[in-house]
């Protein structure tokens, strides 16, 4: 007799973003004249830069021409695409071969993904709060979950403990939800975890195009041993406004092997089962992203959305509310005024000033107290939200 995945019963109801989205239609359909800013989902506002948009168009007209036209492309992405992502590994002094790279259409299926090559009943050892895939994803493969506390002593930057030996190990620099970034001293010290334990360490590097301070590390390969224990998930969706488009890859180096198996090849096993590939349109449109002027031009879009989080900083700072991010990363991480817990704030924030943001409670019981904003939204928006902010008494 056919049964349900019972691990089902063990998530919350809804995905923490469904969720949101679900309330804010709620509150929008009783106050239909409301203007509601969106400060929650770290979805993008600014268009596709131009260099991304030529090379799409170019694509589309090849695909209506015989001579030019592509069906199912490489299963592992096209090589210009790969050969582009392995020339941009370069700016960091890293070392990646084309080969080394499955292009994806993003990092959240990745991310979710990626645990089907390894033991179903392994112990995950995830950050408390952290992106919610990891967690829910674990839970539905039927994995144990070990959680290592983020909180205000450790800066939201928990460091390995050796009592407990995972086989998986999430990390995400710059953090989501909390914007928070290792530095190489601290990565280092994952790196060594893992390779004692023989773990791995999933890195989602996904945010990495919002650091701006040269001295922090933008990828795990650039820890000395994480050849050996590393896998880096990365996106085209913050960094080049990708969210729509959708494309990612994840970087598995040749050396990585388990039980003398290379866990590149079954990864790209496992995506020609299941994946056709990302189209070709997305990837000419992410090569070009790669490229000087495509670099260039996402810069423009990345300062901006910086100098939204630098003016929502600098008003939390006014109002003495404790905020970390913001700086290396596009999310805000907030202490909630007066104590109130995360849903509390939320609900304030959206009945009294029209704003929707995360409560932080929905990355993790540690996030409880704390409140998310991301600086994804247009200027005029978050100039606006700042105004509500600002008039509301805390
Ligand atoms: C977020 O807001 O945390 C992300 O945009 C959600 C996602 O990438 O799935």
């Not at 969210?243 to 790209?268: F, Q």
Request: aromatic share 12%.
């Amino acid at each position: 007799m056919i049964k349900l995945n019972e691990n089902f019963n063990k998530l919350k109801k809804n995905y923490l973003f469904a969720e949101i989205a679900r309330r804010t239609e709620e509150y929008k359909a009783k106050n239909p004249g409301a203007d509601v800013i969106k400060l929650g989902i770290g979805d993008v506002t600014l268009p596709l830069c131009k260099s991304v948009l030529d090379a799409m168009h170019e694509a589309v007209n090849e695909m209506g021409n015989a001579a030019t036209f592509k069906g199912y492309g490489p299963y592992e992405g096209y090589e210009f695409l790969r050969k582009a992502i392995s020339e941009s590994y370069l700016r960091y002094g890293i070392d990646i071969n084309p080969d080394e790279i499955y292009v994806s259409d993003g990092a959240k299926s990745d991310t979710a993904n990626i645990l089907e090559i390894f033991e179903a009943d392994g112990n995950v050892l995830i950050p408390n709060p952290t992106y919610p895939v990891y967690v829910d994803s674990s839970i539905l493969s039927g994995r144990n979950i070990s959680y290592i506390d983020a909180n205000e002593t450790n800066n939201f930057l928990p460091l390995p403990d050796y009592s407990v030996k995972p086989g998986i190990i999430y990390l995400c620099s710059p953090n989501n939800p909390t914007g928070a970034v290792y530095d190489k001293n601290q990565l280092k010290k994952w790196v060594d975890y893992a390779l004692e334990n023989r773990a791995i360490i999933l890195f989602d590097a996904a945010y990495e195009a919002f650091i701006e301070d040269p001295e922090l590390p933008h990828s795990i390969f650039e820890i000395e041993g994480s050849k050996d224990c590393a896998i880096e998930i990365c996106s085209f969706s913050k960094g080049a406004g990708f969210t729509g488009v959708r494309c990612g890859y994840v970087t598995i180096p040749n050396n990585l092997m388990i039980d003398g198996k290379s866990v590149g090849g079954m990864w790209l096993r496992r995506q020609s089962i299941k994946f056709n590939g990302t189209s070709y349109i997305t990837q000419r449109g992410a090569a070009a992203a790669l490229s000087e002027e495509g670099m260039e031009q996402a810069r423009h879009n990345i300062d901006y959305y910086k100098g939204n989080a630098k003016m929502l900083s600098n008003t939390l700072k006014e109002m003495n509310i404790w905020h970390i991010g913001g700086e290396n990363s596009p999310y805000i991480w907030l202490k909630c005024p007066n104590a109130m817990n995360s849903w509390e704030f939320f609900d304030i924030l959206l009945n009294n000033a029209n704003i929707v943001g995360t409560p932080g409670s929905g990355f993790g019981t540690n996030g409880e107290g704390f409140f998310r904003l991301s600086s994804f939204g247009s200027r005029e928006d978050v100039e606006k939200a700042i105004q509500r902010i600002k008039s509301l008494q805390f």
